[in-house]
Every structure is written in C-alpha cells, then in structure tokens.
C-alpha cells in the first residue's frame, strides 16, 4: 500500500521548523517555486526510487531533476488557468477513493496511513488536484488538434500488421534542444553511447534513468509500461519487434533528441470476440415535464399491459422515449451490454432470451427491456479498424503533447536562483 501511494505522485511531508525560513529557487512566468516546496518534492521521489528497491541519485541530480519537473508543471497550470480548466472536490475525491479501493482500503484507512508515515493528507490531495489538471490540459490540446481520416486508417492497416502484441519497456531520452549546433548533437551522442556502455557492462536501467534521462518517467526509472507495439513511435516499434527480453537497443534518434529502449517484458494479443444481445427497449424519460416519480408511474401501467399480453413493440412504438428504437418498435439491434451503462446492461445479460425485465430507473428516466436473442461475435475486423484509429490516435497525441510541452517550457520565461 505505502509504495503503491509513494509511486503515484509527490508527497508532501509535514512542514518542520526549517521551513519556515524559506526563499524561491524558481520564478516560472506569474509563479514562483519555493524551496520547501522542492525540498518536498525532492523527497517524496527520493522515497519512490528507494520503494522502488533502486538507490537514489545525489542530491544535486536529484534537486536538479524534480526542479525541472517542477518547473513544467507549473508552465502546465498557468496554461490550464488561462483556458479555464479545473478539477473540483468531487473529481478529486473519486481520484483518491478510487486508489483506495485499488489497495483494498477505505479512504479514511489510506489517509490515516499517509498521516502516519509522517505526510500531510491536504498535500496529497493538493499534488492529485495538479497532476489531474496538467493532464487534462494537455490532452486537451491535443485532442483539439488531433484529426484521424478514415483514408489514415486505410492506409495504416495496409501497411501494418496490427495483431503485433504488447510490450513492456524501459526509455531513456538524452534530449538535444532545438536548434543544437553540431558540436551539441556531438556531445550528447558522446553521452547517449556512453549511458549504453554502462547498461550493456549491467549498470541497472532504471538507476542509469533517474539520473540522466530527459524523459517524463525519468524519476519512475523510465518505466513506460505496458503498451501495444503499434501505438509505439515508429521508431520504438520497429526496435521492440526485434529485441528479446533483457536487450537494449542502440541509441535511436528522433527530433526530441537520442533514445536507449530496454524490452523487459512482451506478450500476445488475441482475437476479439464480443458476447452481443439483441434487445427491445421502452423507455419513459425523465426531464421538466415529466418527474422521476411520474415517470414511474408510466413506466408501471406500461408495463402491466405488456405483462397483461400487449405487444412490446406497439407499446415501445407508441409511448417509448428513445426516439432511434421506438420507431422500429423499441429494437435497438446487436448491442454489446457495456455500451449501454452499467445499470442497463447488467440487467440485460441476466435476462434469458424472450425474458422481459421489470422496470428500472437510470439517469435517463425509466425502462423495460426484453432480450430477443443472443450471440457471440467476432468483431475482430472492426476492433482492427478501431485500434488502428486508436494506435494513430495515440502516435499522434503522445508526439503532440510532447511537442506542445516542450514548445511552453520554452516560451516560458524561467529564472533559476540555486
């Protein structure tokens, strides 16, 4: 449990009698960063690498690291301020419970822990509050101005192969700033072959990360995770489907600078198939004309004529709300239960074929569903196309985001005082 919550985000410890003396080390635009706060973070990440089974890096790469981490977050939130993004206290409240549930524990059990590992509860909160908000603005952005034809789709499943499965990797980035001369390029190949000389003599990947790599999961040892191979970078794709497992690639270039990927683990996908039901609907919607407890009363005489002989789909024709079943007399056609929420399609997969349900209420208002038939489908062809959309989707995000953070890091007028 401790680790699981050291890895998620900084913590911030108790505030102790040297802080009190505190002065800025970092002025971001409007914001400044202050020493404890640093201290703060510092450690936290400290107490991650060392949860982690791996040593921590010295202080002053440590420092310099999570300054830097610092730094572009707070570019993030005065980009989400300014578009007029927030995170309010339910959103972070279901965050926090929800990584409570993940350890088997209530909320109050993981605050009670936090608290007595000698943390402060509200800056726990407070760090969920800012990694929910840079996220959100950043796939914002990108979400604004990622675009996906069907012709890129097309094009993609004729020149991939998707059913390429999933790998588990390690990154390293040696970045190379934007417009470096040739002698820069030159010394940061000096360093990238130099970190690969170290891995292959069996320095640990993930120590060789925390302290050198540029990357964004640089402190979390550069530990990518889980990821399909076709949503990779192409130039990591075309790597991960060579290596076997424990191998380092050669240092690959890319815009952003020279990379080391480390394959730790990989493993199969599998064909798709999906259980669909076929299903009548009526429904009685509730809005400001007609209450939830009207509406219970509609969908009950309702459904006491269907259960007294009338037929579901004159009854669904006639007097059903969803506008795209009632005129074909409440058939919705082959639906997969979880497109349809999670009250209604449990009701639906517990129904035996021609078994009619009794009413019940969603937030849409109220319902009857009948279940005509059931089958299994292999919708292998069309999850194809839907993950082709979703691997060019993410290429195209993760390298927009990217872009985009390095672009506001850049523009961002940052004076370092330590």
Partial sequence: MKKFIYLLLFISPLATAEQLLDEIVAVVDDSVIMRSELERSANSIKKQIEASGNPAPPDSILNKQVLEKLIVQKVQLQKAEQVGIRISDAEVDAALTNIARQNGISLVQMRETIEADGFNFADFRDDMRKDMITERVRYAYANSTVKISDNEIDLFL????????????????IAIPEGADEATVEAKRAVINDLREQLIAGADFAVIATQYSDG???????????????????????????????????????????????????????????????????????????????????????????????????????????????????????????????????????????????????????????????????????????????????????????????????EAFVDIRI
């Fill in 216 to 410: 964004q999961k640089a402190l979390e040892g550069g530990h990518l995770g889980w990821r399909p191979i076709n949503q990779l970078p192409p130039i990591f794709a075309e790597q991960a489907k060579s290596l076997s497992v424990g191998e380092i690639t050669r240092p690959l270039r890319s815009a952003s600078g020279f990379h080391l990927v480390k394959l730790i683990d990989q493993r199969d996908q599998t064909t798709k198939m999906v259980d669909q039901y076929k299903v009548q609907h009526l429904m009685v919607a509730s809005d400001e004309i007609t209450s939830p407890k009207d509406g219970m009363k509609i969908i009950n005489d309702l459904y006491q004529q269907l259960q007294d002989g009338a037929e579901f789909a004159a009854i669904a024709e006639e007097h059903s709300d969803d506008y795209d079943s009632a005129p074909l007399g409440g058939d919705m056609g082959w639906r997969v239960p979880e497109e349809l929420g999670d009250r209604m399609g449990g009701i639906i997969k517990n129904l035996d074929i021609n078994e009619m349900s009794s009413p019940f209420q969603t937030e849409a208002g109220w319902h009857v569903v009948k279940l005509l038939d059931k089958k299994q489908a292999d919708v292998t062809e069309a999850y194809k196309r839907q993950q082709a959309e979703q691997a060019i989707r993410q290429r195209k995000v993760q390298q927009t985001i990217d872009t985009w953070v390095r672009e506001i890091r850049g």
């Fill in 158 to 173: 004729a020149d991939n192969e998707l059913d390429q499965g999933e790998v588990d990797i390690q990154h390293i980035l």
